[in-house]
């Protein structure tokens, strides 16, 4: 059991986890190209010795693999589990300690524990002092990428009824104050947002507290989505086998172990531009207003330690991240969501845009035609649960005697295109909201949903044979049933309809010498070869530049009392729009520096 971040490094060193990085490196796109080099290469994690023009050491790659954060957390992860799966009333292990033996003890040593502040481990710092990493060319600044972002219910003050989240947070750049303003990014609906309309309403400054460091399961508790009544530090204590630690200091609360601490208000309607950021979809999150919050007091342990990670286009670090919370999570969707079987958010897409998932067909058992009946009904409950009512797209069927795999992403999309009924198993949401890092809609959240719903037999076999008719596009196969094909520059949705009266007009006279119904889906692209070069590649770019309303067009399509369907293909329109935000791109010199110093230490 470690005490703090520098005690799990060295334990990850001792047993061939953990590299250091003895030269300086520059931490303007250097060390996120580092970090990002090894991730991909599942990689160790990585000790920065020497950061210019700080005096601090900063980690990364810590939580860079499933295998490694099973390491780190081996002597609590059992008992945690156990926790977790006691979703229904988890604080009955804290209650009635004998009844749950292993569980119970767990978590009654996991209560948050508060004492003095420990002054004589501190001292106190400026933002300036902090090493300010910036990870994309176009970044608006230098981020904290692994914040533990603490704030209490101006309500219920106290420990058991604050919110600690991961939301990013700018330190430098834009408009913000230098030392004296940083820039806090996230939505209302969070915990920290609902707090924040707390102190509003009272007309009082939010107190935040930003953490940084510390032991690693105080950062996995600021993004683990837990069962009610189960705060965020009572589970940190859980997976670090050592209690929550925390005094306050000035009216602000301060986690003892935390390697660093920054301190502010924010106050009612103050807000800042903040951005732009890389972010998970592979794009830039743009410039928009957010809480400002004021610096207090910036605080630094000795020989403190600053763990960052890098977002971008996945698979990063926070895929990892995902694949932990779901193996300590099990099967609490099952219990949320009473029929369904699993849901994959599907990380190569960016996680939020795109959901798979396997539900329970039992609404009709006496008809020999079978079609998608509970499975309508399990998706609305889908899309309107937590985090899962971001997604934009939701391809749903029922196991019928058939195993799935919703994470066989190939496997299970061909599963469903072979069942499709494009007449009828189509279903949108319009106006509606979606992530508000995902600029494919129509504004900041907002867009539309479709969820394709498909069970029963077989309809059709897909074909992997490029049709005649569109070889000119440049077509290409993506897989069985799904084709690629290259278009014009996108220019605007009156020219867009206008190519698509066309397609439909070539397609239709084409019916003749090909079997479209062999081709379910069509995707219109700018660049078929990257399209199709592998799966990874079409779940991105296919769904993360699509906004369904208005992307989504048909062959031979009809609407039918306020039902779309189509007799032809579904076309797919992802290309690039003018509205969409840019992809993450690297820079070339500082890849070319990277490349020495890989060579160096790899």
């Known amino acids: 059991m470690y005490r703090n971040l520098e005690a799990c490094l060295k334990d990850l060193e001792q047993n061939g986890h953990l590299i250091r990085i003895k030269e300086e490196v520059d931490p303007y796109l250097e060390m996120a190209a580092i970090h990002m080099r090894v991730h991909a290469a599942k990689g160790p994690a990585l000790l920065f010795e020497k950061v210019k023009g700080s005096k601090f050491r900063a980690a990364s790659n810590i939580f860079g693999t499933v295998e490694r954060s099973r390491f780190i957390f ?118 920290i947002g609902v707090h924040q309309s707390k102190a509003n309403n009272k007309g009082i400054p939010l107190k935040v507290s930003c953490f940084v460091g510390g032991h690693p399961a105080h950062t996995l508790a600021a993004v683990m989505p837990l069962p009610e009544g189960l705060s965020e530090m009572t589970f940190a204590g859980m997976l670090a086998g050592r209690r929550f630690r925390y005094s306050y200091k000035d009216g602000f609360a301060i986690s003892n172990d935390a390697d660093f601490i920054i301190t502010g208000e924010v106050y009612p309607h103050e807000n800042k531009p903040e951005g732009p950021f890389g972010d998970h979809l592979g794009y830039y999150s743009l410039k928009h207003p957010f809480p400002l919050m004021r610096v207090h007091k910036v605080y630094a342990r000795k020989n403190a330690i ?21 193996e300590l999570t099990g099967d609490a969707i099952k219990q949320e969501i009473p029929g369904v079987k699993e849901v994959h958010a599907v990380d190569a897409a960016g996680v939020h845009p795109l959901l798979f998932a396997i539900g329970s067909e039992r609404y009709t058992p006496y008809l020999d035609n079978k079609q998608p009946a509970e499975i309508l009904t399990l998706s609305n409950r889908i899309l309107g649960t937590g985090q899962l009512s971001l997604a934009k797209f939701l391809f749903i069927t029922a196991e019928d005697g058939n195993t799935l795999d919703s994470h066989n992403e ?45 069970y029963g037999n077989p309809l059709r076999n897909l074909s992997t044979t490029i049709p005649e008719v569109l070889k000119l596009y440049n077509a290409r196969i993506i897989m069985p049933g799904i084709l690629a094909f290259q278009g014009n520059k996108f220019e605007s949705y009156e020219k867009t309809d206008y190519e698509m009266k066309q397609l439909n007009e070539t397609i239709m006279n084409a019916k003749t010498s090909f079997d479209w119904n062999t081709f379910p889906m069509l995707i219109l692209c700018d660049d078929s070869d990257f399209m199709s070069a592998n799966i990874q590649n079409f779940l991105w770019a296919a769904f993360t530049r699509c906004n369904p309303s208005h992307d989504i067009y048909g062959i031979d399509s009809f609407t039918e009392h306020k039902h779309w369907g189509c007799k032809g293909p579904l076309v797919i329109d992802a290309r690039i729009k003018p509205h969409h935000a840019p992809p993450l791109i690297p820079d070339v010199n500082v890849e070319k520096k990277v490349d020495e110093i890989m060579k160096r230490y790899f």
Do not use: C
């Open 74 to 191: 081996r002597d609590t992860w059992n008992d945690v589990e156990k926790i977790i799966a006691l979703r229904n009333d988890p604080v009955a292990a804290l209650k009635k300690p004998f009844s749950n033996i292993g569980t119970g003890l767990a978590a009654l040593k996991a209560l948050p524990k508060k004492t003095s502040f420990p002054a004589s481990d501190f001292e106190e710092i400026n933002i300036t002092d902090l090493p300010l990493i910036h990870h994309w060319p176009m970044d608006g600044g230098a981020f904290v990428t692994l914040p533990q972002v603490y704030t209490e219910d101006a309500d219920k003050p106290g420990i058991m009824n604050s919110n600690l989240g991961m939301y990013r947070i700018q330190l430098t750049g834009n408009d913000y104050e230098l030392n004296k303003e940083i820039g806090l990014h996230y939505q209302i609906h969070r915990g």
């Open 306 to 326: 600053w763990n960052f990670t890098v977002v971008g286009r996945p698979p990063q670090e926070d895929t990892a991240f995902g694949a932990l919370i779901h």
């Open 410 to 454: 190939a496997l299970f999309l061909q599963y469903i295109l072979e069942r499709i009924d494009l007449k009828r198993d189509i279903h949108f949401y319009t106006n509606t909201t979606i992530d508000t890092l995902d600029y494919s809609g129509t504004g900041l959240n907002t867009g539309s949903k479709v969820v394709f719903a498909a």
